[in-house]
């Protein structure tokens, strides 16, 4: 069966193409990023030609016009066949620019919100404006950011230090969650600055297991001044709220894709390689062993393929029906829910994929010159990413289906 995930909207399937035409671009230059840990200034520069980080810009503003959650898993996923470094990377950006779309159209048309929300995403379609995004701090959570932003006369000072700020190296603006701390106490707020700002200070720290083009350094805030306008309430720190259910569903489901999208990248080398090979003069594809081994890759492949489609119609039904039927907290938890079940049947269904892969190939498949190797340490960094952790999806999703929502 080939890949078959396919987008659903014209928008997507623009996605889609401009996607599955850089995959090659992607792939001759992941090998090198892996090796030297640094983003591939070549594959980011193919990626901007694509209009990729446009894709979610209004068609009038310059941009894609895409606004399917589903189809977003489908671009994300057919980028990470090509290097799941830069498919988490562009994905941070993508999670911003939706926010900006979705308000520009929120806003009354020729109003003053409207024509300032245009601004940015007009620079986002003439390549001027790059945003990386993050969330992660050591010894927290989502809920809790210990990065503060503190009210001044003029606006805002924030000091604090972000991990995983990933594709920060090329970005040319910053996106973040932190907290903001006001008169009327703490609330979990976000931000979008540009990394340029003083007092945004880069780590170049970055050096990890696998991802390793991805360009997600470490960067600590010093005294970083800011407007009023600058920083946006979400709701109260450390408590989940409608907004931020909402936010953090959306903003990390689709990177599941990314680890689809690598188990699809390590099952076509693994299927590619054993139709080639040999064991004492016979086709190993006539080995009942290679059959069986081959048929487990194929459904669990099926299972995370299904369940990655079937979330994101899902969460685009969610979407529709809460444009006319305000959604209640409950019906928060259960998106999130929704999405905490696929990342661990996926998370951890293309970490067996790519095990699976290099079963296949045979010690082949465990050379640093294969592909494989890089996509085995690849597929490994999906179920830390938060929310939730691997140890926390289960207890929470059961909470939900027991209806006891947790407020943290």
């Known amino acids: 069966m080939a890949f078959e995930f396919s987008p659903r909207t014209d928008a997507g399937a623009r996605l889609f193409r401009a996607a599955e035409q850089i995959i090659p671009v992607l792939r001759e230059h992941a090998a090198q990023a892996d090796k030297t840990g640094q983003i591939s200034t070549e ?32 671009g994300i996923a057919t980028l990470a066949r090509g290097d799941g470094s830069v498919a988490i990377a562009i994905n941070m950006h993508l999670g911003v620019t939706r926010g900006m779309a979705e308000a520009w159209r929120n806003a009354s048309p020729g109003s003053d919100a409207a024509e300032r929300l245009s601004v940015p995403l007009k620079a986002v379609a003439a390549g001027k404006m790059l945003i990386c995004a993050t969330a992660t701090e050591r010894g927290t959570d989502n809920l809790h950011p210990f990065t503060t932003a503190t009210k001044t006369d003029d606006g805002w000072c924030i000091n604090g230090y972000k991990m995983f700020v990933t594709m920060s190296p090329v970005a040319t603006h910053l996106a973040m969650n932190l907290r903001m701390q006001d008169e009327e106490g703490d609330h979990l707020a976000t931000t979008l600055l540009p990394i340029g700002t003083p007092g945004v200070v880069p780590q170049d720290d970055w050096d990890s297991l696998g991802m390793r083009g991805s360009g997600s350094q470490s960067i600590a805030f010093e005294k970083v001044t800011v407007s009023k306008s600058a920083v946006r309430k979400l709701g109260p720190w450390g408590k989940w709220s409608i907004a931020t259910l909402i936010n953090r569903t959306l903003g990390n489901l689709v990177l599941v894709g990314a680890f689809f999208g690598i188990a699809a990248h390590a099952r076509e080398l693994a299927l590619a390689a054993i139709a080639q090979q040999k064991k004492v003069g016979k086709p190993v594809v006539e080995s009942p062993g290679v059959q069986q081994s081959a048929g487990e890759l194929e459904i669990e492949f099926a299972k995370c393929r299904c369940v990655l489609q079937q979330t994101g119609s899902d969460v685009d039904d969610w979407l529709e029906s809460a444009l006319e039927n305000p959604p209640s907290l409950e019906s928060a938890h259960g998106l999130m829910q929704g999405y905490q079940a696929a990342k661990w ?16 190939a045979g010690g082949g498949g465990f050379m640093s010159a294969n592909p494989l190797t890089r996509l085995y340490r690849d597929v490994r960094a999906g179920p830390f990413m938060q929310p939730q ?10 909470q939900v289906a027991l209806g006891q929502y947790p407020e943290d």
């Open 43 to 74: 594959s980011f520069a193919a990626l901007k030609a694509s209009g990729i980080p446009a894709a979610f810009v209004p068609e009038s503003l310059g941009g894609f016009g895409l606004t399917s959650i589903h189809d977003w898993l489908v």
């Open 345 to 360: 049947t996926v998370n951890h269904g293309a970490i067996d994929i790519v095990s699976k892969a290099m079963d296949l």
């Open 389 to 398: 952790a691997a140890t926390d999806i289960r207890m929470y999703v059961g």
